[in-house]
Antibody, heavy 121, light 106 residues
Framework: QVQLVQPGADVKEPGAAVRVSCKAAGYTLSMYAMHWVRQAPGQSLEWMGWIIAGSGSTKYSPRLQGRVTFTSDTSANTGYMELRSLTSEDTGVYYC??????????????WGQGTMVTVSS | SYELTQPLSLTMALGQTARITCGGNNIGAKSVHWYQRKAGQAPVLVIYRDSRRPSEIPERFSGSNSGNTATLTISRLQAGDEADYFCQVWDSNTGVFGGGTKLTVL
């Protein structure tokens, strides 16, 4: 079954970093772009950027540039999103999603269930 | 930055036709995608490139895009259509989402 599998939740303290995983099942990660999208409580979806696992190419939202890093492990067919210097405004659901290549042109045709990240002391 | 405007909510009766709008400056020149997210579930692509429907999506779902408004139309509403719906475009290589519309089916 083609799907993206994410952990359910994580809790971090302010100032810490969070790393969210996204395992691709049923297809080869490196054949597609992986995007990350988040949603804070009461807010709309926010696009965070993408990574092409096959080449390691990345593009980040200007709003998060410098604080976020996407990586991938093609042997594990898994992508990762790391967000640093967390504040309460980073609390929300983080989704991984898939697009064909080149990225930035078409729709997201597959989504993970989302990981709830809570930033709290 | 480019902005997309959606109504916060829409309430319709079973069997009716719902039209969810997505407003943006000259959005007709862009390719619009629509996603459905039911409570507790992953989002699902329901319309891509303005009006194309993935094979697994019922024909009751359709889309259009012209001028400053894109529209997602859901005919013969069912209880299972109750969900949040988001529109999305690309602008200057950046993904942009609308605020989302909560569709309630009575």
């Amino acid at each position: 079954q083609v799907q993206l599998v994410q952990p359910g939740a994580d809790v971090k303290e302010p100032g810490a970093a969070v790393r969210v995983s996204c395992k691709a099942a049923g297809y080869t990660l490196s054949m597609y772009a992986m995007h990350w999208v988040r949603q804070a409580p009461g807010q709309s979806l926010e696009w965070m950027g993408w990574i092409i696992a096959g080449s390691g190419s990345t593009k980040y939202s200007p709003r998060l540039q410098g604080r976020v890093t996407f990586t991938s492990d093609t042997s594990a067919n898994t992508g990762y999103m790391e967000l640093r210097s967390l504040t309460s405004e980073d609390t929300g659901v983080y989704y991984c999603t898939r697009e064909g290549t080149p990225p930035g042109l078409d729709a997201f045709d597959l989504w993970g269930q989302g990981t709830m990240v809570t930033v709290s002391s | 930055s480019y902005e997309l405007t959606q109504p916060l909510s829409l309430t319709m009766a079973l069997g009716q036709t719902a039209r969810i709008t997505c407003g943006g400056n000259n959005i007709g020149a862009k390719s619009v995608h629509w996603y459905q997210r039911k409570a507790g579930q992953a989002p699902v692509l329901v319309i891509y490139r303005d009006s194309r429907r993935p094979s697994e999506i019922p024909e009751r779902f359709s889309g259009s895009n012209s001028g400053n408004t894109a529209t997602l139309t859901i005919s013969r509403l069912q209880a299972g259509d109750e969900a949040d719906y988001f529109c999305q475009v690309w602008d200057s290589n950046t993904g942009v989402f609308g605020g989302g519309t909560k569709l309630t089916v009575l």
